[in-house]
């Protein structure tokens, strides 16, 4: 089943402390995944990031709304058990729990409202963004952002006049670890018989080992052919591995016959590429006055 949102899970999670005793949130999640048949596969889905599971990040942001609404009270680390004020509210058998009835309470208020909130303009969007966790709504706006500049990316560099594609390969290369210096990487790669770029770069830092590398600005997908006429050249030259780059596709029968070749070649298309250039910091710039995400170490919160 679907894992529910996270203030779907704050009734159940203020009924489960109803014995007044001290509950561990690790025996929560477990618990409340058993009421609601979630599977073990539901219990692995992780969050975009891949960071942490959703239903266990859902079941800890809604204690955390639960104590900040004075319902709950921590005991120690990843503990807690219910206040009189949240024996008084299922005192009222509620039938729904969400953040517009935690808002009754001025200390929940408080936090909610302090600083600048802008509203969106579009209830249902507000509507979605209530069902998110601050971490999750984070971690999708993130997402959306950063498929918005891939794909800026890429179509920049599939246009991009050859020199600058060319620069833009080898200074990826180099950040990924290939080629040595810069200066070492552009005078091993340069353009090629077939209108993209080509040669060999070292894998270490002692050359020990080299890569053939083949980039194109392609439009038509690198097919099987073109795939065999890579690890050939490869083995000509005594190349211990090799990638080839292109800004188009590589057609899946390609890609299934070089998983099976060696000397191993990969092959990466225009997502791959942009997608590498997005890690590696090439082809962007930080937005100016970023926010710096941080969450409580609680590490520093303990004796010793």
Do not use: C
């Amino acid at each position: 089943m679907a894992i529910p949102e996270f203030q779907a899970l704050l009734l159940p999670l203020l009924r489960l402390t109803a014995d007044g005793a001290e509950h561990a949130l690790a025996g929560a999640v477990d618990t409340l995944a058993a009421d609601l048949g979630l599977t073990a596969d539901d219990l692995d889905q992780r969050n975009p990031s891949g960071l942490a599971r959703t239903f266990y990040n859902r079941v800890a942001w809604s204690s955390t709304y639960l104590r900040a609404a004075g319902l709950l009270v921590a005991t120690k680390r990843g503990h807690f058990r219910i206040t009189e004020r949240g024996v008084a509210l299922l005192a009222e058998t509620p039938a729904h729990l969400g953040i517009h009835e935690l808002m009754r309470y001025p200390e929940f208020r408080a936090i909610r409202t302090s600083g600048t909130r802008k509203r969106s303009l579009a209830p249902e969007a507000d509507a979605a963004a209530a069902a998110l966790t601050p971490e999750e709504a984070l971690e999708t706006a993130y997402a959306t952002l950063r498929t918005a500049v891939e794909a800026q990316l890429r179509d920049r560099v599939r246009t991009a006049p050859l020199p600058v594609f060319e620069r833009l390969v080898v200074a990826l290369l180099v950040a990924m670890g290939y080629g040595g210096t810069r200066a070492e990487a552009a005078r091993a790669v340069g353009p090629s018989d077939d209108g993209g770029i080509e040669g060999l770069v070292a894998a270490d830092r002692l050359g020990l080992e080299l890569v053939l590398v083949r980039a194109g600005q392609w439009e038509l997908p690198i097919g099987r052919p073109a795939a065999e006429d890579l690890v050939a050249a490869l083995r000509d030259q005594q190349a211990s591995r090799g990638v080839y780059i292109t800004t188009g596709t590589v057609d899946p029968e390609a890609r299934a016959w070089l998983r099976g070749v060696q000397p191993r070649v990969v092959a990466l298309d225009g997502a791959d590429l942009a997608r590498l250039m997005f890690d590696s910091g090439i082809g962007v710039a930080q937005v100016g006055d970023p926010y710096t995400v941080k969450r409580v170490d609680l590490g520093g919160f303990e004796e010793g």
